[in-house]
């Protein structure tokens, strides 16, 4: 028997990975949203909007009007790439959903941390993005999403040092990034 350290509830069905947080929180990943949770702390930001998801109709064999593997192909062909409503949950209450235009696909993500506050998260298409956890009065927190570039579909992700990151890709060319901290103004520090 393990002893419970803390539990939450409400966690989206298509959870399905978890990175730890420096600070003793996690990330965890759905198929549309980042969640951040860390005890009684909640945030959250939504990727992907569920207004693109179609219904896909049942996949239904005629032998006698083509072959079983014709009428899979054109099926996979149709709707490989198409989130099924069905799959899609809807995100809880304390995500922040002004980035849900940008419809990126958020399965097979990776993560790593660059700072105790900013994770450099590379998803299924090779999006990069950063995720920075941002205090709020009365101690909640708030995670807020910034597109950086792209990439290969990641495999893995590390931080190397302080201003080197690996993504590995089993698909693509393998990264090493240098990255640095830019202000608001866009200007450089580190």
């Not at 539990?7 to 969640?35: E, I, M, Q, R």
């Not at 945030?43 to 072959?67: K, M, Q, Y």
């Amino acid at each position: 028997k393990h002893t419970k350290v803390w539990d939450t509830v409400g966690l989206p069905s298509d959870a399905y990975k978890v990175v730890a947080a420096p600070d003793g929180g996690v990330l965890v990943f759905t198929g549309t949203a980042v969640l951040y949770i860390k005890q009684q702390t909640k945030a959250g930001v939504v990727l992907h909007s569920e207004s693109h998801a179609e219904a896909i109709p049942p996949l239904e064999f005629d032998p006698t009007n083509e072959p079983m593997s014709e009428t899979m192909r054109k099926f996979a062909s149709s709707y490989g790439t198409v989130l099924p409503a069905a799959s899609i949950e809807r995100p809880p209450t304390y995500c922040d959903e002004a980035n849900a235009e940008w419809n990126i696909d958020c399965s097979c993500a990776s993560a790593a941390w660059l700072e105790d506050t900013i994770a450099l998260v590379s998803f299924r298409h090779g999006e990069l993005v950063t995720l920075k956890l941002v205090s709020e009065r009365g101690g909640s927190m708030r995670l807020v999403a910034s597109k950086v570039a792209s990439g290969p579909q990641p495999t893995c992700m590390a931080r190397v040092d302080d201003r080197v990151v690996f993504i590995g890709s089993r698909g693509g060319d393998s990264l090493l990034l240098s990255w640095r901290h830019q202000d608001a103004a866009g200007a450089g520090r580190g």
